[in-house]
């Protein structure tokens, strides 16, 4: 289920973060007590592939997931393109296949930020790590809106 913000979402447990694209999905996971968040592998898809929900939904089971938060792409004045359409349906697909919460968070700029936190790294080696280490930023500050929103 979609929920409009994380005033519902479990206080506690592992939570996914996910930064969708059309060629990767980059993932991260927290630890139970959400002090820290580690990458994991992108899944990389090759074109027409439509199973990256069900495969992300299998991430979710085997990291034990509470829930899952999803990075919104949005224009810099806030309104939605056609890529935040892309990421509310792949969401929707993902409803079909975990019965977890799953919460947007808009997440501009986020991959800017994790090419600037890897530094100089090789073109091979930044295509592989990228869009995982978004998913961990976007993760890390949708903790951080929890804490605040939550006071946990």
């Known amino acids: 289920m979609i929920l409009p913000d ?9 939570i996914i973060g996910v930064d969708w694209g059309a060629r990767r999905c980059g993932l991260a996971v927290s630890s139970a007590d959400r002090e820290f968040v580690f990458v994991r592998p992108a899944i990389v898809m090759a074109r027409g ?3 990256v ?10 990291e034990n997931a509470v829930g899952i938060v999803v990075g919104l792409p949005l224009h810099g004045d806030g309104t939605e393109s056609e890529t935040t359409q892309m990421v ?3 969401a ?15 997440e501009n700029l986020t991959s800017h930020a994790a090419q600037m936190e890897m530094g100089r ?17 976007i993760l890390e500050n949708a903790i951080a809106l ?7």
Request: charged share 35%; proline share 5%.
């Open 121 to 137: 790294v090789r073109v091979r080696d930044l295509k592989s790590q990228l869009d995982s280490n978004a998913a961990r930023i």
């Open 146 to 152: 929890m804490r605040r929103q939550q006071k946990i």
């Open 6 to 14: 994380f005033k519902a979402f479990p206080a506690m447990g592992r």
């Open 92 to 106: 929707q697909k993902l409803c079909v296949y975990v019965d977890l919460p799953i919460c947007f968070i808009p």
């Open 53 to 62: 929900a069900r495969r992300v939904a299998d991430f979710a089971t085997d």
């Open 88 to 90: 509310r349906d792949f």
């Open 49 to 51: 592939d439509n199973d």
